[in-house]
């Protein structure tokens, strides 16, 4: 089974960046879809980006849009997300995930999170002045 690791959370200050990376320990990402999930406390785990086995085709929820970017490298077994100009509501601990099968409908799957079959542990992203 795949393990994944997410690496790059910290505190920050609202408008600051910050790189997020998943690694995976086992398998070929290659051949999954990838997301990107958080969880703020008190809340409900919600869908954040994804990204088809290809690099070409990607999807961001709409409060990140503008933002964050998704992105993979496939022979380093990475994933990752590029954010920008974070806001505050932006704190929540982030989740990569990975699913092996194949979706006709990926916009509607890649936002599901019965869709995957491997978690990262995740990691947490604070913004506050």
């Known amino acids: 089974q795949v393990q994944l690791v997410e690496r790059g959370g910290g505190l920050v200050q609202p408008g600051d960046s910050l790189r997020l990376s998943c690694v995976a320990s086992?398998?070929?990402?290659?051949?999954?879809?990838m997301a990107w999930f958080r969880q703020a406390a008190g809340k409900e785990r919600e869908f954040v980006a994804g990204?088809?086995?290809?690099?070409?085709?990607?999807t961001e929820a709409d409060s990140v849009a503008g933002r964050f970017t998704i992105s993979r490298v496939n022979a380093e077994n990475t994933l990752y997300l590029q954010m920008n100009s974070l806001k505050p509501e932006d704190t929540a601990v982030y989740f990569c995930?990975?699913?092996?099968?194949?979706?006709?409908?990926?916009?509607?799957?890649?936002?599901?999170?019965?869709?995957?079959?491997?978690w990262g542990q995740g990691t947490q992203v604070t913004v506050s002045s």
């Open positions: 086992e398998g070929t990402l290659s051949t999954y879809v």
């Open positions: 990204i088809t086995q290809s690099v070409s085709i990607t």
């Open positions: 995930a990975a699913s092996p099968r194949y979706f006709a409908n990926f916009f509607t799957a890649v936002r599901a999170q019965t869709t995957y079959d491997y």
